[in-house]
């Protein structure tokens, strides 16, 4: 990162829609406009991947690593590419914003995709993206197939010739399932094509895109069954230990996540390909790439399965230079930044220094007992580092003011600024630290551009319902100046 900057963190599926779930279509390119017109230069997204009901749509519990969200597909794009026509789109339920309606919005546009896919003929367009992403999507597509085939998610529960890949059981489900294989084919290409629309649209706009990549993918996902090598899983390919993280800030029990562990070993023995594939295709979607729990590359916290809670988990060392080398050859400098919250020891900040990767400092964690020594807190923040007002796991800045902070939090805050000041006040302010911080680059979420409070929270870890479902109200956008925010990024040389 050579000059610093400013962006704005906010996911697809916040954008409102009039089809229930926020997509890659008209607002989504409104928002490119709003950005440059703020003087922005950083568009951050949360993970693209495929979510499923049945864990919330989490986008850090995607069945694929590699796969896109069929739920961000844009259906006016579709209308404009002649796959969709104004009748399709004239009886559709009606969505409220403000609150993401996936199940409905899922429906619905399973239901436009459905009637896209009559109208689609493969041109040399569809062959060479089928051909280039063979390596994850020839695996995808039959393992969503089966998936449906078998009404069972659960892998290891497939009949043992399909669990166990063996060659002819693969070919004969293939013939099977060709139908169901090529309409997902042809959902991925729709995605791949209208992101690389909307990246371009950014890039020429000067907005470079800030992708998320989850460390862990679970059991239930076309990698673990594809590569089942890669991670620790018993001879009944169950996972014989999961990720999480042990008791913090966020929960006293720690974070169950229940992915499957990485096999490192076996990692190290492939020359990380798996790994390698996986940046390089991330590097094909974003210019810049946030790495989640990268502490993980480094030291992982084990969970034996079967435990119900994190706390009897154990840290284990993961091969971090052997990583780091091998990725850094593949890709010199690449524009990766380590999520490097929560309980971080001294090899993590060596990894970190020692690659030059960019962390992240979170200005809600900069109000402790003990400021002087927090890196959080304002006048600690370095150079080689994003700062956030907050992340999709905090609350909202105004959120913790009035509640996490309590009495003893807000008096904190009233001697680190010398005032007094509201819960409006205090975002207001916040906002400002971030933008005049040492941070070469500053990313400040659009709820706290909003000065919304906790009911804009996306997140809350540890808690397995009621999240990831906070939407932007249509127009609500027009609330926050351009004006001002171009204003305050110019003064602060972000410009």
């Not at 930044?337 to 020891?345: N, R």
């Not at 960019?358 to 927090?374: H, I, K, Q």
């Not at 807190?377 to 080689?384: C, E, K, R, S, V």
């Amino acid at each position: 990162m050579k000059i610093r900057s400013s962006g704005i963190l906010l996911s697809i599926q916040s954008l409102p829609s009039v089809h229930g779930i926020g997509d890659m279509g008209p607002e989504a390119y409104r928002f490119v406009d709003f950005l440059q017109e703020a003087g922005q230069m950083v568009w951050q997204v949360l993970p693209i991947n495929p979510t499923l009901a049945e864990n919330g749509h989490s986008p850090y519990h995607s069945p694929s690593a590699f796969a896109f969200n069929p739920l961000l597909i844009s259906p006016a794009l579709l209308l404009e590419d002649g796959l969709l026509e104004k009748a399709d789109l004239t009886d559709m339920p009606f969505f409220s914003t403000g609150t993401i309606h996936y199940k409905a919005g899922e429906n619905h546009k399973n239901r436009l995709l459905q009637k896209a896919f009559t109208r689609f003929r493969p041109d040399h367009a569809f062959a060479d993206f089928c051909a280039t992403h063979a390596h994850w999507l020839d695996d995808y597509a039959l393992f969503t197939a089966l998936t449906n085939h078998y009404k069972q998610s659960k892998w290891h529960l497939w009949p043992e010739p399909i669990r166990k890949r063996e060659p002819d059981a693969l070919k004969t489900a293939s013939r099977k399932l060709s139908d169901a294989i090529f309409f997902i084919r042809f959902v991925q290409y729709q995605f791949y094509k209208q992101w690389q629309a909307l990246k371009h649209r950014s890039n020429t706009k000067g907005i470079s895109i800030m992708g998320d990549l989850p460390i862990y993918v679970p059991h239930e996902s076309a990698d673990t069954w594809a590569h089942p090598y890669l991670f620790k899983l018993d001879s009944n390919m169950r996972p014989t230990a999961v990720s999480g993280v042990p008791p913090d800030y966020f929960s006293a029990t720690g974070q169950h996540w229940g992915h499957p562990v990485y096999r490192w070993q076996m990692h190290v023995k492939t020359g990380f390909d798996w790994w390698i594939r996986r940046i390089r295709h991330n590097l094909d979607l974003f210019d810049h790439l946030r790495i989640d729990h990268f502490r993980g590359l480094v030291a992982y916290w084990e969970i034996p399965a079967g435990q119900q809670t994190a706390v009897n988990g154990k840290w284990i060392k993961a091969p971090a230079r052997q990583f780091f080398n091998t990725l850094f050859k593949q890709f010199p400098y690449p524009p990766i930044i380590a999520e490097d919250l929560g309980y971080i020891t001294a090899d993590v900040r060596e990894v970190v220094r020692e690659y030059d990767i960019p962390g992240m400092r979170v200005l809600v964690f900069g109000f402790d007992e003990n400021p002087g020594a927090n890196p959080n807190a304002p006048h600690n923040i370095d150079q080689n580092c994003v700062v956030y007002t907050g992340t999709h796991d905090t609350n909202t800045a105004r959120g913790w003011f009035e509640g996490e902070a309590g009495k003893s939090g807000r008096k904190r805050v009233f001697s680190y600024f010398d005032r007094h000041m509201t819960a409006v006040e205090f975002t207001e302010e916040l906002i400002r630290t971030a933008f005049m911080s040492r941070a070469k680059r500053c990313i400040i979420p659009m709820q706290d551009l909003l000065c919304l409070g906790s009911e804009a929270r996306i997140n809350r870890p540890g808690s397995p319902s009621g999240n990831w479902q906070w939407q932007l109200e249509k127009g609500q956008i027009h609330s926050v100046s351009a004006s001002k925010l171009r204003e305050m990024t110019k003064i602060f040389g972000r410009a």
